[in-house]
């Protein structure tokens, strides 16, 4: 049997750069927990021909890869109370070796969550939900907010084309629909799913909407209170993309979708969270914590007695634009704005049970969307209805001068009248297209099952059914983890702490004056960014150099030209739609201590068609046996 022993001084030496870096211990041991390369990798480090021997005999001889999988409980003992005793000599505080706590102080890194359920009220069975109104199995969740009353719960389930409606038949006013929207951010702030509000700028604005509708002069979403993903511009009001580095900017501008729903009446409650940079898939990388997932089996008692909200079993959201999915499915709006660079949208959307729209890049506008990977970045809409979602694209899409990439379009669309006209017409003769390479192995067999049924619905409202084959889309996950890390490293390089983002603090002002530039760029990017976005940026840049570039980048770009012709292929001849599934499993849960790669095969169904730069919506369709 192999001893840990030999390892520890270069894991503790590995243990040392981190902890310099200032990743939490809890990073570490999840990094430890890994696989046994990754372990021999960093041995590597320090003994090489020793490593080069390790591998040679560890991948040949299988007791001894087993050996080293199997004593992981011992290496972490020893490492970590290796850290503590190091702690207790030099005078430090112990830092929490937990997971959840750790997300829990970054939660309530602006704000102090009390979590609270009223039980008066009677609690609903989850299964008979419909998927888009999660929001009924929380009423009221802190102690400081009123109970929610019949007429509020009837102006929360309303449509978003409902709302339009009674607001213009003067039967419910803007302020009404505000105060409710507002309260119920409220009762389910512990979700965690808004980084700003702005309550009383909103309530303004509703009154506002209240008089145009008395004037006759309401616009096509006057009144509505609506959310928008933390990176999109907006004057006046933070724009933080969920990281330290921008924790405190403010826009002087607003971005051109912004623009337009602010001069279509809209009224736009605040900011959501998101994972940082949009980098994730699970809204779990943002500074300011973790977006909840509604939907999570969660009972009573256990919020009811952890204001911390730790050892609760909550579920993932999807991301990257998790808040704005989750502020849509509590019904604390009635439609959001979000961005989808590989699934970001429809992700959460399916996780959420909520509809997400992708329009074809190029179609809304990318000025004042705060990059990611600019030839990807997408935005996007969320809401209950199709029908929603098609009032909101007449609002906020048209050609814009300020983007180089927006798309002229001829015959301007009304996609409102398109959507109801397909609703009364039905989908008899429509050819629907079922890839046969999306059967991956990684599909749940729920999932499988739903989809399978969804066939059958089809057909039986007269659709037409086409296997076809889209053979090289099994490489468009590996080609967007190069592209779109590649395209942001050259986006970010510009957060530097000079001309702006986050700038490195500390109590002797001297040592900072002390700072060439480039030691100061390195710290202000060191602390302002998140592991997940230095992951990325660390790719990116290596697939970019010199001696990487034609092996990795430009692979990748000729996958994606591939990947572009094959779908053009199969609509070229005569195949309208196709139906996939969204996301290959249920939400995971948030303590699940998933590997990066893992994280990133949730997004196998979504990545083609942003690199084809296609349209792509997802629908909620039924609930799993556990009700998610």
């Given at each position: 049997m192999c001893s840990w022993r030999p390892y520890l001084p270069t894991l503790r030496l590995y243990r040392e750069s981190l902890r310099l870096g200032k990743v939490f211990p809890a990073t570490v041991k999840r990094k430890l927990g890994y696989n046994a390369r990754e372990l021999i990798e960093i041995y590597r480090l320090v003994e090489k021909d020793k490593a080069d021997e390790l591998i040679k005999k560890g991948w040949e001889d299988v007791e001894f890869v087993n050996s080293l999988t199997s004593q992981k409980e011992e290496i972490t003992r020893l490492l970590f109370s290796d850290i503590t005793e190091g702690k207790k000599r030099r005078g430090e505080e112990d830092e929490e070796d937990d997971f959840l706590a750790e997300t829990s102080k970054r939660m309530n890194r602006n704000r102090n969550i009390q979590p609270h359920i009223d039980t008066a009220e009677p609690q609903q069975n989850t299964k008979n939900i419909p998927p888009t109104q999660p929001f009924k199995r929380y009423y009221s969740q802190n102690a400081n907010v009123q109970k929610i009353t019949d007429n509020e719960r009837k102006l929360l389930s309303l449509s978003l084309e409902d709302a339009l409606l009674s607001l213009k038949k003067r039967e419910i006013t803007s302020t009404q629909v505000t105060q409710a929207c507002i309260k119920q951010l409220e009762r389910t702030k512990f979700l965690n799913y808004m980084i700003s509000q702005r309550n009383d700028d909103a309530l303004e604005d509703s009154k506002k909407a209240d008089e145009s509708y008395q004037r006759n002069q309401a616009h096509r979403l006057e009144g509505v209170p609506l959310v928008v993903k933390d990176n999109f511009v907006m004057k006046g009001t933070n724009t933080t993309c969920a990281s330290k580095m921008l924790s405190e900017y403010k826009s002087p501008y607003d971005s051109t979708v912004v623009s337009r729903l602010k001069t279509d009446g809209g009224v736009i409650l605040g900011k959501s969270n998101m994972d940082e940079f949009s980098m994730g898939s699970a809204s779990n990388t943002s500074y300011f914590g973790p977006v909840l997932n509604p939907w999570s089996q969660v009972k009573i008692e256990k919020l009811q007695n952890n204001s911390n909200n730790?050892?609760?079993?909550?579920?993932?959201?999807?991301?990257?634009?998790?808040?704005?999915?989750?502020?849509?499915?509590?019904?604390?709006?009635?439609?959001?704005?979000?961005?989808?660079?590989?699934?970001?949208?429809?992700?959460?959307?399916?996780?959420?049970?909520?509809?997400?729209?992708?329009?074809?890049?190029?179609?809304?506008?990318?000025?004042?969307?705060?990059?990611?990977?600019?030839?990807?970045?997408?935005?996007?809409?969320?809401?209950?209805?199709?029908?929603?979602?098609?009032?909101?694209?007449?609002?906020?899409?048209?050609?814009?001068?300020?983007?180089?990439?927006?798309?002229?379009?001829?015959?301007?669309?009304?996609?409102?009248?398109?959507?109801?006209?397909?609703?009364?017409?039905?989908?008899?003769?429509?050819?629907?297209?079922?890839?046969?390479?999306?059967?991956?192995?990684?599909?749940?067999?729920?999932?499988?099952?739903?989809?399978?049924?969804?066939?059958?619905?089809?057909?039986?409202?007269?659709?037409?059914?086409?296997?076809?084959?889209?053979?090289?889309?099994?490489?468009?996950?590996?080609?967007?983890?190069?592209?779109?890390?590649?395209?942001?490293?050259?986006?970010?390089?510009?957060?530097?702490?000079?001309?702006?983002?986050?700038?490195?603090?500390?109590?002797?002002?001297?040592?900072?004056?002390?700072?060439?530039?480039?030691?100061?760029?390195?710290?202000?990017?060191?602390?302002?960014?998140?592991?997940?976005?230095?992951?990325?940026?660390?790719?990116?840049?290596?697939?970019?150099?010199?001696?990487?570039?034609?092996?990795?980048?430009?692979?990748?770009?000729?996958?994606?030209?591939?990947?572009?012709?094959?779908?053009?292929?199969?609509f070229d001849n005569g195949i309208d739609v196709l139906l996939t599934p969204t996301a290959p499993a249920p939400a995971f849960s948030l303590s699940s201590k998933l590997s990066p790669i893992e994280m990133y095969i949730n997004d196998i169904m979504t990545i083609p068609t942003n690199l084809a730069g296609l349209p792509a919506i997802s629908l909620p369709i039924g609930l799993s046996t556990k009700g998610l």
């Open positions: 730790n050892d609760i079993n909550f579920l993932v959201s999807g991301g990257s634009s998790g808040g704005s999915a989750v502020a849509v499915a509590v019904g604390a709006c009635f439609g959001s704005i979000g961005s989808d660079t590989g699934g970001s949208i429809r992700l959460p959307a399916s996780w959420c049970g909520v509809v997400g729209f992708k329009p074809s890049y190029g179609v809304l506008s990318r000025w004042g969307l705060v990059s990611y990977a600019s030839s990807l970045d997408t935005p996007g809409l969320m809401a209950r209805h199709v029908k929603d979602i098609a009032i909101m694209m007449d609002s906020v899409s048209g050609y814009d001068q300020n983007d180089s990439t927006s798309l002229q379009i001829e015959n301007s669309h009304d996609y409102y009248t398109t959507v109801s006209k397909i609703g009364e017409n039905g989908i008899k003769g429509v050819r629907v297209g079922i890839p046969k390479e999306y059967h991956v192995k990684e599909l749940d067999s729920e999932i499988v099952s739903l989809w399978e049924s969804t066939i059958k619905k089809l057909e039986s409202l007269g659709a037409i059914i086409y296997e076809v084959s889209l053979s090289h889309t099994q490489y468009a996950l590996p080609a967007y983890y190069i592209l779109a890390p590649a395209e942001a490293s050259s986006n970010l390089a510009r957060y530097d702490g000079i001309k702006y983002g986050h700038q490195p603090k500390t109590e002797d002002e001297q040592k900072i004056s002390e700072l060439s530039v480039k030691e100061m760029c390195a710290q202000s990017r060191e602390d302002g960014f998140g592991e997940e976005v230095k992951r990325r940026i660390l790719l990116g840049t290596s697939v970019l150099s010199r001696t990487q570039y034609d092996s990795y980048y430009l692979k990748a770009q000729q996958i994606r030209t591939l990947v572009k012709d094959e779908f053009q292929t199969v």
